[in-house]
């Protein structure tokens, strides 16, 4: 993808925010609020061929999870990315990945609906493990899978 947006949630300790950081310097981090990360996209400069969303899922340990669709009273929005060439990639480069197309709960579910409406579908949610599962070796293979 061209023009591709990188965005993690705020905190030194965040895996999603060293994610986003790693793979561009120009990412966003988005406030951990439903109020702050409504501010944060409205604030997000329109014109990406793609933004990719990293979310933290505690119970992940070894694998991503590449989510297909978010849901908000009744709405639901889906990528139009192809999530299966993004699977594939990432599993070639030996990152389990699954797939979800049941919309999760709270921040990430928030963040992800908003911007796909934002971007017209252009937009994805990869839920990555916690720092503490989170292994950086992942980070060149990531990069390598979403930048082609």
């Not at 933290?56 to 990528?79: C, H, P, Q, W, Y």
Request: hydrophobic share 40%; aromatic share 8%; charged share 25%.
């Amino acid at each position: 993808m061209g023009n591709s947006l990188f965005i993690g949630f705020k905190g030194k300790n965040n895996a999603s925010a060293v994610l986003a950081e790693a793979l561009s310097p120009c990412c966003c981090l988005l406030t951990n609020s439903f109020s702050g990360l409504e501010k944060d996209i409205e604030g997000i400069k329109e014109g990406c061929d793609a933004v990719y969303l990293f979310g933290i899922d505690k119970n992940l340990k070894d694998s991503l999870r590449v989510e297909t669709a978010a849901e908000k009273e009744g709405t639901r929005f889906e990528t139009c990315l192809d999530t299966d060439a993004l699977r594939k990639h990432l599993e070639a480069a030996g990152i389990r990945t699954g797939f979800s197309g049941a919309p999760t709960h709270y921040l990430c579910n928030e963040a992800y609906w908003r911007l796909l409406r934002r971007f017209s579908g252009r937009a994805v949610l990869i839920h990555i493990p916690a720092l503490r599962h989170f292994d950086e070796a992942w980070i060149p293979l990531i990069r390598q899978a979403v930048c082609r």
